[in-house]
């Protein structure tokens, strides 16, 4: 219990006041609802001479009682009821800024099926579950251990046999932790499964479809639901029969009470007044604490997910500075750069600079490293040996955000939001203006097709773009790109899902978005690359020749067979 209310705590950021409050609160709650006893036992006591003024003091402190609780948990409710989605929504921002300084590495190490389970599924839990596991567990702790306190005034016989209930139901409730720490890890594999796996079917249904493999893909859903609910019913069973041993345990120790109040008043050792309170008592000193079965289940299960949690969100952090890039030119300078994902070395000690207001096209065989080399510019990853240096400065002592501040990018996989058009392309200047946003749209050769649009600009588009086709969300991502009018550009494959017919007026398009600024083009078309200033062939993750278009074809070697061959191999498409 303590151990789950630590490390909620210790994640409560400015929430934690609040729940120090509320614990608070909760123990005065239980005090109050203790308190109940005193106006029983002075109506007992004065039970052979009852006057008006016996039964208003007992009324009193009764009524005080039941105000002080209602109070208490009042304000409780007042501090406690949104604490949780107070300190989860901070955790969720937080992972949220945590997730924009992630190298690109952890993204594709994760399951995005179990980061998406536990940045919803699992975070709604704890949202709903976590203050209520605390609130129980401090009522039923405090209400049991204030009662056998309050009672030792009466009797010590009976005070040291509630705190024996009390200590054997806390054993007892151990083993439900034990049981539930057996199936609660099962119970978020198997969440993170059915959501992995439904959201891959989702994805791929059309790839199942056209090979008719719909019924195997459904097979694998179903097998993810079957275990789904095999985890659900082996959780129950497991904790089931433990629970409701739990609630014996208080129950006998209540007749344990009762019986121990008769036999001491049988001896004369306490007067009929006090017995009867002693049996009053027995009846409600464990109350709240047979509802602590369920928290302890409800601790472990919040604790199993604190770990997951902390295991997915303990996300590899670049920037160890908090310092922003800001240079008077942009020359691009890559030091003897190496670097690989896990054991496989993908660039291998590449060295290379790219003057200021030039262009640079990077082309080679697919898998060959060109993309991850513009990644590694643009500090998605880290480099493992070497620099990068944009202006002559080291990227890993900047911030990626402010790196990317001077960088516009056009990647081969666009991905649009579900948002409208315009707000799409505005992603690149969200101060934008329609005319702004309109005349970076005609440069981008994307105005014509936008306004044969039902609504125009402000068109919503699917998910991922999923309304669009293949060029026409490549001249939406090249407009954001125009609009940002950032001084470094990178286009990955940028012209590589534009048909033809718009292929020379694009390219026209870009040619005036890259005056006076610093571009590199990852192409497979040579139409994109044989005027850049400098051509850079890499091969293997090395860079096998440079040069410009003309003197790369005047010499033996891997451009200029691709040329003589005329082939589309591994990716080219000449």
């Not at 079965?293 to 604790?303: D, E, T, V, W």
């Not at 799409?424 to 203006?433: E, W």
């Not at 990852?522 to 993750?541: K, M, Y």
Request: aromatic share 10%.
């Amino acid at each position: 219990m303590l151990e789950m209310i630590r490390r909620i705590f210790k994640i409560a950021g400015r929430s934690r006041q609040k729940i120090i409050v509320g614990i608070t609160f909760n123990i005065l709650k239980s005090f109050f609802n203790g308190f109940m006893m005193f106006g029983v036992f002075w109506i007992l006591l004065h039970l052979e001479n009852l006057t008006p003024t016996i039964i208003l003091q007992a009324f009193g402190v009764v009524l005080g009682s039941v105000i002080g609780r209602f109070f208490f948990q009042w304000m409780y409710d007042r501090t406690m009821s949104g604490t949780g989605y107070d300190i989860f929504r901070d955790y969720r921002l937080e992972i949220g800024e945590k997730l924009k300084q992630a190298p690109m590495g952890y993204f594709s190490e994760q399951n995005l099926g179990t980061i998406q389970t536990i940045l919803t599924t699992t975070i709604a839990d704890l949202e709903g579950y976590s203050m209520l596991a605390i609130e129980q567990m401090t009522s039923g702790v405090a209400m049991a251990a204030l009662m056998s306190i309050m009672m030792f005034f009466f009797n010590p016989i009976i005070a040291i046999l509630s705190l024996i209930g009390l200590l054997l139901g806390l054993l007892v409730l151990r083993w439900v932790r034990s049981r539930a720490a057996q199936y609660a890890p099962i119970y978020q594999e198997a969440q993170e499964n059915l959501v992995s796996k439904t959201m891959e079917y989702i994805r791929g249904i059309s790839v199942l479809r056209s090979f008719s493999k719909g019924e195997e893909g459904q097979r694998e859903v179903r097998s993810a639901f079957q275990k789904k609910w095999d985890a659900d019913y082996g959780q129950e069973k497991a904790t089931a029969g433990v629970l409701r041993f739990y609630i014996l345990v208080y129950k006998l120790m209540s007749c344990v009470l009762i019986a121990a109040a008769g036999l001491l008043f049988m001896a004369g050792k306490i007067s009929l007044p006090y017995c009867l309170t002693f049996l009053f008592c027995a009846f409600t000193v464990y109350s709240d604490l047979e509802t602590m079965g369920n928290s302890a289940f409800l601790s472990k299960k919040i604790n199993t997910e604190l770990d997951r949690l902390e295991e997915v969100t303990n996300i590899p952090q670049m920037d160890t500075s908090t310092d922003k890039l800001e240079t008077s030119h942009y020359d691009i300078t890559l030091d003897h750069v190496s670097f690989g994902y896990d054991k496989r070395q993908v660039i291998h000690d590449i060295s290379l600079n790219i003057p200021e207001h030039t262009t640079c096209a990077i082309v080679g065989p697919s898998g060959s490293g060109k993309t991850t080399l513009c990644n590694l510019i643009a500090r998605f990853w880290d480099v493992q040996d070497g620099a990068v240096r944009i202006g002559g400065k080291d990227v890993k002592n900047y911030t990626a955000d402010s790196i990317l501040e001077h960088i516009s990018m056009v990647f081969q996989n666009v991905y649009l939001f579900h948002d409208s058009i315009e707000n799409n392309i505005k992603f690149g200047k969200p101060d934008a203006t329609h005319e702004e946003v309109e005349a970076a749209a005609k440069r981008a050769c994307c105005h014509d097709f936008i306004s044969a649009l039902p609504d125009g600009y402000n068109t919503i588009i699917g998910e991922g773009g999923s309304t669009l086709s293949g060029g026409e969300k490549q001249r939406i991502s090249i407009a954001r790109a125009i609009l940002k009018d950032a001084p470094i550009i990178i286009l990955d494959e940028a012209t590589s899902s534009v048909d033809p017919e718009n292929e020379q007026t694009l390219l026209s398009a870009i040619s005036e978005l890259t005056k006076n600024k610093t571009l590199i083009s990852i192409a497979h078309r040579l139409s994109t690359v044989e005027n850049a200033n400098q051509i850079i062939v890499i091969d293997q993750g090395r860079i096998a020749q440079q040069g410009t278009h003309q003197s790369l074809i005047s010499q033996e070697g891997i451009y200029r067979n691709f040329l003589n061959l005329k082939l589309a191999s591994a990716g080219w498409q000449l």
